[in-house]
């Protein structure tokens, strides 16, 4: 009887630490074929426990252009935690690249495939934009803290649902506090 029991405390055992491991980990792609052929390997339950993804974008490929696939997008329902990744290169500053990150609508077409990520319930996405330092263009200036802001906001806004722009960051209840109410 003891053997039954131990054999079954083993099987929980190893259901939750499979789990806890994909819960944990940040998961990054750099490409959206990537990021298909990752999930279309994973088993339903493991899916589900995939909460942290970061997603990687260069100005060579724009990889999240296009749409993900709705198989994609319906296979992550578990995913609370998005981060948008964009590293300028230098040909982002000259006006003649059709790619350039100098104008609005070009800004947003880097990303413009994650829109569809808004059936997914994600609750927290961050943007993070960096950007070169360039010597041998001559005038060159980098994008303002402003227009960086701007556009990581409307990213934000294309991910996430109605009423969810900024990230959200859990604050902790502190339970000594008498304003609260439990």
Request: with cysteine; net charge positive.
């Amino acid at each position: 009887m003891l053997g039954l029991q131990l054999s079954r405390v083993c099987r929980q055992m190893h259901i939750e630490l499979s789990v806890l491991a994909l819960n944990t980990i940040e998961f990054t792609f750099s490409d959206r074929v990537y990021l298909e052929y990752f999930l279309a390997r994973l088993k339903p339950w493991q899916r589900e426990a995939i909460h942290k993804i970061t997603l990687y974008c260069t100005s060579d490929r724009l990889p999240w252009r296009l749409p993900l696939s709705d198989q994609t997008i319906f296979r992550l329902t578990g995913l609370r935690r998005l981060r948008v990744f964009a590293e300028l290169r230098r040909s982002d500053f000259l006006e003649y690249s059709s790619f350039n990150a100098l104008t609005r609508d070009t800004q947003d077409m880097r990303f413009e495939g994650l829109s569809r990520l808004r059936i997914v319930p994600i609750q927290e996405c961050e943007v993070l934009i960096a950007q070169p330092r360039i010597k041998d263009i001559p005038n060159w200036v980098p994008l303002s803290e402003y227009v960086v802001g701007a556009w990581a906001k409307r990213t934000r806004k294309m991910v996430l649902r109605e009423g969810r722009v900024d990230s959200v960051v859990p604050v902790p209840v502190d339970a000594r506090d008498p304003e609260i109410q439990f």
